[in-house]
């Protein structure tokens, strides 16, 4: 059993799973504070992607500027998607209820909508083919441990998931920032009668969110030392995926869900083509709804 | 005669609160019987109990003779029982005459192919049905209008309308006279008076202790989801239990 | 409303007259098979649209994987002719049926499901068969896809010309469009309106709803079923890239900009994105591009569609408002 193979099947698929952590971290931000599915996450990491892209090509400055720059401008992208397909639709709610239903649930075609246009006019921009990183910029390097061998990525990745992890519990319990989040997050109407501006703290969650999400992608184009406008898509599947499995609003829950599909997807190519793999994650997301509905880590859901 | 329905030591647990607790009770054929009681006494509980939606922590319901606990909503509705809602609810996108046609649908069922291929004898009855429920609350000359365009009260009556169809023999109506002024309920009372004259049991859930006291045979008081009275409207109004538990609160 | 509903009352047989009569006269002038494929393509997304209408205008359902059950409507007729040498004949119901199979099988375990669990769970069979289709290559033979060179015969008679595939086509998606409009117009119809507006409320009307969205998504499935045997054997071949989540979405937007609940609008919006695209060829390949705008700003500008008896927000908010009411003392986080 403890052949070396699977020690490296696990590995590999330990390492997808942080990526998945890392999509899965912002997805669940976003949706924990405001309840809404933001289809358009996927594409925000592929335009993190793309940023990395422009940036590395145009001035090739080490990874942390190019992590910290795609960040930015993730953040921005993370407000202008919020201006564009979720605000617009809390108009349709009433005075009193900020979170209200309407809003919640037109954003998710809204985003949805969104994400195919900046998906489909990045392949208009880029053309659906891969593009390649430059090679030196990859963060690829093998690393041998023991039996097994990572890359440099492997530990960069993990290390920048460990660090959103713990930076936004900090975010969420020690700062007033994260105070304000958490309690829109609880009660938006509340929160807006104890004088939080939730306006500014929902944009806040976006930027936060879609930092997150921008980062990830670079990240992984990094990584994997391609990118392509479709990218994001995958693995935004599986941060859903992960989210659900976790409990919808828990981080640590989504985080733990995405190391396991993670897992589960290496283990599972070692038995089945790589191409199928995927199914592993349908196929988990379908028996979670169905025999867990609390999703195993069981922040609760409603099933009427 | 034989209870249609028998409610027999009836428990819903919600975590540490029982919403009701170890009530029994029947109703007669024919019956008109009130459930009143305090804001949060239970009421609708035991009504979502009845009619299938919350499974009940213990006890048992039979109607007509048939144990109806564990069964869905829709088989509980198909065998005779029909109910409204507390906070009305209606079908806002569909016309007067298609929402009642549901409840006639839920009754007489139409199948996919019946609705391709099928011919016309069903949906006649269908319609036929459909219009008989709408002329019993005089809804006929709106049938065509989109239901969220009626007022409130109108859709009230819809409601009833839709219940109606199903040809029910036991009618449960949660709070139909809750945001009536004084001569629509007055007139609403009438109209339940008059569905129970021509056979009808009917269960009611009211706030509106004259409504219930003066058109009810029998009037069942919950309080803290248990039954503290099931007695005439004049023993339940002097009994000092009631008093304390109800009025009392409502002084 | 009214007024607009008496407009639209004769539209199918101003449909029926362009679509049988005037289409036909006038791409025959041009003589080119191009506008023909054209319209059969018209016509294939108007039956996908209309079936996908019937889960999520009628019903009420958001279904995101709708284009997986064409695709295997379309492989089905496709291996059929390829494999066991069974023609149009078999391989337009066997696709229908195949794909209402597989939709009954999956929909069983899931239509409990309420509110975007439904959503995503759709999603992921529609990602799931799609996956099976790309990677089973000794049946499908995977990416690249099966052609199809039977053509379409008919007792003895084969369809040769343009003209004659077309009217084939046209038949076969006028006579379904006709049953779906029959299942949205009966007293079934309403029952299935009657889930849409309030699931709960139908079933305290002894509506099985459950079983009610099984079968809406089975026939759902059967339609676009025969839609992707229609594909199948209009083009000639069959990739798996055709019945892709974007598809899935085409069809979705096709279905929201003519209007939640409107069997005509749903069709509108077929003519409206893939004629549009056509048109405006020459900036480049806009379609998809062309599906989100549309898409948002019929959201935004448009709520309730072209035609719509619902409008999309209404739709969204009534799938997914019940699901989403939060935990008590729930919060973000920790």
Redesign the interface.
Known sequence: MFDPYYLQQLAIGLSQGVIYALMAIGF??IF??L?V?NFAHGEIYTLGAFVGLLVITALAPPLLVVVLVVAAVGAAFGVGLERI?FK??RR?SDEASLKS??M???T???S??????????L??AFGSQMQTLPFDQLINKPIALGPITIVTGDVIIFAVAAVMLIG??WL??RTRVGLA??AV??NPLGAKYVGIDTDRTIILTFAIGSMMGAAAGVLVGLYYGAIFPAMG?VPG?KA??AM?MGGL????GAVICALLLGLSEGLATTFI?S??A??VA??F??VT??FFPQGLFG?????? | MSALIEIDHLTRRFGGLLAVDDVSTAVAPGELVGLIGPNGAGKTTLFNLISGFTPPTSGTVRFKGEAIRGLKPHQIAGRGLSRTFQNLRIFPNMSVFDNVSVGAVGAMGQSALGAVFGGRRRSDAITARTFEALERVGLTAQAHELAANLSYGRRKYLEIARALAMKPDLLILDEPAAGLDDSETAELARFIRTLNGEGLAIMLVEHDMNLVMGICSRVVVLASGRKIADAAPAEVRADPAVLEAYLGVEA | MSEIRRLIRPVPILLALVIFVAVPLGLAQFGKGYFFQIANLVLIFALLAASLHLVAGVAGLLHLGHAAFYGIGAYVAALLGTELKLGFLWGLPAGGLAAAVLALIVALPTMRLVSIYFAVATLAIGQMIHTVLLNWVSLTKGPNGVLLFSGIKLFGWAAKTPVAIYFVVAVVVAASIFAIHRLGHSYYGNALRSLREDDQCADAMGIDTVRLKIEVFTLSAFFAGIAGALWAYTTGYVSPTDFNFSNSILVLAMVVVGGLGSLPGAIIGAFLLILLPEVLRGFGDVRNVLVGLVMFFSILFLPKGLFGEVSALTFVRRHFGRSQNRVPGGEVGW
């Open positions: 669940t931000l924990g504070v309840n599915v397909a617009p639709f349709f239903r309407a919640r649930e037109s998710l075609m809204s949805l909508a969104v994400s195919i246009v900046a998906r489909e006019g392949e208009l936004l519990q969420l319990t989040i958490r997050s609880a898509f599947i859903f995926v659900v609003s828990s981080i640590p083509s191409n199928w995927d199914m349908y196929g997301l379908i709804l169905i922040a609760g859901r409603e099933r009427v």
